[in-house]
T-cell receptor, first 113, second 118 residues
Framework: DQQVKQNSPSLSVQEGRISILNCDYTNSMFDYFLWYKKYPAEGPTFLISISSIKDKNEDGRFTVFLNKSAKHLSLHIVPSQPGDSAVYFCAAADTGTASKLTFGTGTRLQVTL | EAGVTQFPSHSVIEKGQTVTLRCDPISGHDNLYWYRRVMGKEIKFLLHFVKESKQDESGMPNNRFLAERTGGTYSTLKVQPAELEDSGVYFC????????????????FGPGTRLTVL
C-alpha cells in the first residue's frame, strides 16, 4: 500500500524550460513534505521541503507547491539545467508520531540541450 | 565536514550467508536511520536510532535483520541468513536532534550499500 505516489517514472525537458514533477499522497496525517534528488551511485540529497501550514516554498530555481485538499504536491524547476538530470524522490512525514520518511518511487528527469 | 559514510559499497553473497553493513553518521548527529530500496521501487524505512536506542523499528522486515548502534556512534545492520529478496540498496541517513525540531531536521543520506544475494 503505497502512501506516496509518483506516477510519472520519467520526464524529459529542454534546457531553459520549466520542469514540473508531481507527487500524490494518501495519508492525511502527513504534515511535512520533502523532495530529494539522487544521482547514480550516490545517496539522495535533500533539495527542498514544505510544511503543511504553507502552500508554497521557494529556494532559488526550485519551488514546491502543496495542495492539501487534493493531497498533491509538485516541484517546479525553472529554468531547467542539464545538471538537474537525476532521479527526484518525493517524501512525506507524519511529524506528530515519527520522523521516518515515506518515499515515492521516484521520477527520472532528463534535461536535454 | 565528512558526510554519512557506508561500508561496503557493494556486497555479493550467497543465499544463507551473513552480511554486515556499516554506517558512520555525520559527527554529532544523534539520529540515525536505515532505509532500503529494492529494484527501482520506493525507498523504504527500516529503523531509527536516537543515540544508541531504537526509537522506531517498525520497518524491519523480519527477525533476520539485526541493527545495532553501540555507543551511539556508528551503526551496523546484519542480515542473517540472507535471502534472495533481501537484495537491494541499503541507505543510511543521519540528522541532528535540535531540541523540539527533531522531526523536521534534514536527513542526510550516505551513498548506500548495494547488496546482491545470489
Amino acid at each position: 500500500d503505497q502512501q506516496v505516489k509518483q506516477n510519472s517514472p520519467s520526464l524529459s525537458v529542454q534546457e531553459g524550460r520549466i520542469s514540473i514533477l508531481n507527487c500524490d499522497y494518501t495519508n492525511s496525517m502527513f504534515d511535512y513534505f520533502l523532495w530529494y534528488k539522487k544521482y547514480p551511485a550516490e545517496g539522495p540529497t535533500f533539495l527542498i521541503s514544505i510544511s503543511s501550514i504553507k502552500d508554497k516554498n521557494e529556494d532559488g530555481r526550485f519551488t514546491v507547491f502543496l495542495n492539501k485538499s487534493a493531497k498533491h504536491l509538485s516541484l517546479h524547476i525553472v529554468p531547467s539545467q542539464p545538471g538537474d538530470s537525476a532521479v527526484y524522490f518525493c517524501a512525506a512525514a507524519d511529524t506528530g508520531t515519527a520522523s521516518k520518511l515515506t518515499f515515492g518511487t521516484g521520477t527520472r528527469l532528463q534535461v536535454t540541450l | 565536514e565528512a558526510g554519512v559514510t557506508q561500508f561496503p559499497s557493494h556486497s555479493v553473497i550467497e543465499k544463507g550467508q551473513t552480511v554486515t553493513l556499516r554506517c558512520d553518521p555525520i559527527s554529532g548527529h544523534d539520529n540515525l536511520y536505515w532505509y532500503r530500496r529494492v529494484m527501482g521501487k520506493e525507498i523504504k524505512f527500516l529503523l531509527h536510532f536516537v543515540k544508541e536506542s531504537k526509537q522506531d523499528e517498525s520497518g524491519m522486515p523480519n527477525n533476520r535483520f539485526l541493527a545495532e548502534r553501540t555507543g551511539g556512534t556508528y551503526s551496523t545492520l546484519k542480515v542473517q541468513p540472507a535471502e534472495l529478496e533481501d537484495s537491494g540498496v541499503y541507505f543510511c541517513a543521519s540528522s541532528q536532534d535540535a531540541e523540539g525540531l527533531a522531526f523536521t531536521d534534514t536527513q542526510y543520506f550516505g551513498p548506500g550499500t548495494r547488496l546482491t544475494v545470489l
